[in-house]
């Protein structure tokens, strides 16, 4: 009996056939075990793992807690747009990559190349100083010399996106909790815009290239507006509705993908905490997913 396969759609953002396949028998099966995967595909269960493990670092799925575990797929309008940012970020860096050897070569009125620690640590601290009203910032491992954290300024507005990777210990989550702080899985480089008339963009360690009025710049400021709405906030707004201040942080970091051991490691408190709290989100939102809930809080306004 002949076999239909619909064409792949995904392809052209990076998702390979077979995770396409499995994603739409996620689709078909919302919820499903590994085991429901494996009867459904006719796979093995070996190769049904190793493809969902690939739509979980996608974002194309999400999986729930407890045993066994169920796999819940992503909205499609919702995962789609994600990867096409993904896919515009991974362009725009290639274009980074080429501008950089642009003006290596040769030399531009809008790009200027600062080599060594020290003259790129002054120049990060001279711009920001200079700051008269924004600081943007993109921030993601690693840190071998110079961390990007800007110093603020009275009067100064700050808004920094951090890579979910920064934020590894307790007390890093402390730090990003103050406003205009927002976590994202997959930062994809790492840059300071002053004013949205400056750019330091690190290259190397010892090394970046500080971006005039261009093109370029007008790209990282359009590609940070992009992420920005995509980020979960650190710090939501206290609020009068189901879920408490921290509830809502609970719900914003897993919302940016990060498990209940490490959502625990970084609030400083026991898994089964976070998990018992989860649960009664669920309940206040009356979801039954934390993708669901995450929807949920999102058009109610409880993580803006």
């Known amino acids: 009996m002949h076999s239909?396969?619909?064409?792949?759609?995904?392809?052209?953002?990076?998702?390979?056939s077979e995770d396409e396949q499995l994603y739409r028998a996620l689709l078909a099966r919302p919820e499903s075990t590994t085991t429901d995967l494996t009867h459904d595909t006719g796979w093995p269960a070996a190769r049904v793992g190793r493809h969902l493990k690939s739509l979980l670092s996608l974002g194309l799925a999400t999986r729930t807690s407890g045993r066994p575990a169920h796999y819940v797929p992503a909205v499609p309008e919702a995962a789609v747009e994600l990867l096409a940012l993904r896919k515009q970020a991974a362009i725009l860096e290639a274009r980074l990559g080429a501008s950089v050897l642009t003006?290596?070569?040769r030399r531009q009125d809008s790009f200027t190349v600062v080599r060594g620690t020290e003259a790129v640590a002054q120049r990060f601290y001279q711009a920001q100083q200079s700051a008269q009203t924004e600081v943007l910032v993109l921030d993601r491992?690693?840190?071998?010399?110079l961390p990007v954290e800007p110093r603020r300024a009275h009067g100064?507005?700050?808004?920094?996106?951090?890579?979910?990777?920064?934020?590894?210990?307790?007390?890093?989550?402390?730090?990003?909790?103050?406003?205009?702080?927002?976590?994202?899985?997959?930062?994809?480089?790492?840059?300071?815009?002053?004013?949205?008339?400056?750019?330091?963009?690190?290259?190397?360690?010892?090394?970046?290239?500080?971006?005039?009025?261009?093109?370029?710049?007008?790209?990282?400021?359009?590609?940070?507006?992009?992420?920005?709405?995509?980020?979960?906030?650190?710090?939501?707004?206290?609020?009068?509705?189901?879920?408490?201040?921290?509830?809502?942080?609970?719900?914003?970091?897993?919302?940016?993908?990060?498990?209940?051991?490490?959502?625990?490691?970084?609030?400083?408190?026991?898994?089964?905490?976070?998990?018992?709290?989860?649960?009664?989100?669920?309940?206040?939102?009356?979801?039954?997913?934390?993708?669901?809930?995450?929807?949920?809080?999102?058009?109610?306004?409880?993580?803006?």
């Open 4 to 16: 239909y396969r619909p064409a792949p759609v995904l392809e052209a953002l990076g998702v390979c």
């Open 103 to 105: 003006t290596e070569f």
């Open 141 to 145: 491992p690693p840190y071998v010399v």
């Open 156 to 304: 100064v507005s700050y808004r920094t996106i951090y890579d979910m990777a920064s934020l590894s210990e307790p007390g890093d989550l402390v730090v990003a909790r103050s406003a205009g702080c927002r976590i994202l899985r997959d930062v994809p480089l790492k840059v300071v815009m002053v004013d949205r008339r400056t750019g330091l963009l690190p290259t190397t360690p010892d090394v970046i290239v500080e971006l005039g009025p261009s093109s370029l710049l007008d790209a990282l400021l359009r590609l940070f507006d992009l992420l920005w709405q995509q980020a979960s906030p650190l710090s939501p707004a206290a609020s009068e509705g189901p879920l408490s201040g921290e509830d809502q942080q609970l719900l914003a970091l897993a919302a940016a993908g990060l498990t209940d051991q490490a959502i625990a490691r970084r609030l400083g408190v026991a898994q089964r905490t976070v998990e018992r709290r989860m649960q009664r989100i669920l309940r206040a939102l009356d979801a039954t997913t934390r993708f669901q809930a995450g929807l949920r809080a999102g058009q109610r306004g409880l993580l803006t």
